[in-house]
């Protein structure tokens, strides 16, 4: 991962970054965009270069612009200009995320900050350039990016060292969500994920993982996972992180689907939709990243993060269209589409919780459904809650943090759409598809229904290509807005 560091004094000046900020209105339409005013003294003449350089190239100041000048023989022998914006976290994020994919080919390199640099703007930038700069290969084939040290160049780096390290750890976690996520299933299974956890969990104190297997799994009747799992020779897995600080008030759990392939089962995808199903485990990959980043940050919360998993696969035990499955607790589902076999483990975990682990607050993230891009594209997840509160909460906690979601209807007229005549619910009902799953899952909250909450985020999981922050991929979309919210209740 990239090394950055605060700096009252710059050490190395190959590179010199300055941000840049649109003029202002105040100043008149025809002001000039100039570098804002930094924090320490920078080597003489690069101010006022500076300062003509960005007119001269019309450059704007918004963020994510970048300018590159080169100056052999002079030192710094390469100034960079970098838009921020208005200079919010978002920009900053948005700012950082540029500057590291327009310095690849640089060793190291020195922003200049603000002299009035705020706290989340440092957060955005350190977060921007460490997921921008974000690489997964299973190859040494092809160059590396050279960029290794990025110094921040503050007058007081003390003042910044809590926030640093907020943002190293949500980065870090986001990055390991990308890898879990990235991973091809010819590696990835449930026992290989459970392992995973089991080695970054290991040794940290407070934090406890159970992990059971298929015959642990009967034993207690989770029949949905069971169920989804049956047709491959991987068996399934729930695993139970559980991060347990002394003098928690408020406990949480976090339920994220965790599906490893799904080739749809017997009722099987086209080769177009199942090709990239290797990232259906990534709400899995949230909650147990945002858990672990929790203990890293030893939140005085406690979460238990829950992960159902399972490979979906085709066989003589496969599941089939048609069957009445058992979950946890007693409750019978139908499912005649064997493709939609997501909310099944989701609703295993959830009458779990509710049952046996009483939190005061229920969430899921899951990429259940395409149905909700159609109508909010891909960088935005469909979020599902009766709590007002609550919904309101993770909202702006997912808008602080780059990873936006907007809310939807729970409508009590769409509930007769699980009516089913060989079972208590049916699990797959065509109207409606978000709506109706969403619903589906709620019926699993027991007691716990006012306070559950259920993101939908099979869309905003994928990058087609790099996207400010995100790299194309896996994005571990989650990770920031659990972490942002989790901090919150402490």
């Known amino acids: 991962m990239l090394a950055i560091r605060l700096v009252a004094e710059p050490h190395r000046l190959d590179t010199l970054v300055l941000p840049l900020r649109p003029a202002g209105t105040e100043a008149g339409g025809d002001a000039p965009t100039v570098p804002v005013p930094t924090a320490v003294t920078l080597p003489d003449g690069v101010a006022d270069e500076a300062a003509a350089l960005a007119p001269a190239a019309r450059l704007t100041g918004r963020a994510g612009e970048v300018r590159t ?5 002079r030192t710094p022998g390469v100034l960079v200009l970098m838009g921020i914006g208005d200079g919010d976290e978002g920009d900053w994020r948005r700012a950082g995320a540029a500057l590291a994919r327009a310095t690849t080919d640089e060793t190291h ?4 900050l603000p002299a009035d640099a705020s706290p989340a ?6 977060e921007g350039l460490l997921l921008a700069s974000y690489r997964f290969r299973l190859t040494d084939a092809g160059d590396a990016p050279a960029l290794a040290g990025v110094d921040l160049l503050v007058g007081d780096p003390d003042a910044y060292l809590a926030v640093v390290e907020t943002a190293r750890t949500t980065a870090r976690m986001t990055r390991l969500a990308r890898d879990l996520t990235n991973t091809p299933s010819s590696v990835k299974n449930p026992e290989w994920f459970a392992g995973q956890v089991a080695e970054v969990a290991g040794g940290t104190p407070d934090l406890h993982l159970r992990v059971r297997e298929p015959a642990e799994l009967a034993a207690e009747g989770f029949g949905g996972i069971l169920a989804v799992g049956g047709g491959s020779a991987s068996g399934p897995r729930l695993v139970e992180l559980d991060w347990h600080p002394a003098g928690a008030s408020t406990h949480v759990v976090l339920v994220g689907k965790g599906i490893t392939f799904d080739t749809g089962g017997i009722s099987i995808k086209p080769v177009p939709a199942m090709k990239l199903m290797r990232k259906d485990m990534g709400g899995a990959a949230a909650v147990v990243a945002a858990t672990l980043g929790a203990a890293a940050l030893r939140l005085p919360v406690r979460i238990t993060a829950l992960a159902p998993l399972a490979e979906n696969m085709v066989s003589g035990s496969a599941f089939r269209p048609g069957d009445v499955i058992r979950h946890y607790g007693g409750v019978t589902s139908e499912s005649t589409n064997s493709d939609a076999e997501g909310r099944l483990v989701l609703a295993d975990a959830l009458a779990y919780a509710a049952a046996q682990l009483k939190p005061d607050l229920l969430v899921d993230l899951a990429t259940l459904t395409g149905a909700n891009a159609v109508a909010l594209g891909k960088r935005t997840g469909a979020l599902y809650s009766e709590n007002d509160q609550l919904a ?3 909202l702006a906690a997912g808008e602080a943090a780059g990873e936006s979601a907007w809310r939807m209807p729970l409508p009590a007229d769409y509930v007769e759409f699980l009516g089913s005549e060989v079972a208590d619910l049916y699990s797959a009902p065509e109207p409606a598809k978000s709506v109706t799953s969403a619903l589906f899952l709620r019926e699993f909250t ?4 006012d306070r559950w909450l259920h993101v939908d985020m099979s869309a905003p999981s994928w990058a087609d290509a790099d996207d400010a922050e995100l790299t194309k991929g896996a994005t571990g979309w989650g990770v920031r807005f659990l972490m942002r919210w989790l901090a919150t209740l402490s």
Do not use: K
């Open 392 to 394: 309101a909460d993770l």
């Open 69 to 73: 000048q080169f100056r052999p023989g």
């Open 109 to 112: 390199i020195t922003i200049a």
């Open 446 to 449: 027991g007691d716990l229904r």
């Open 121 to 126: 703007a440092v957060r955005g930038l350190y």
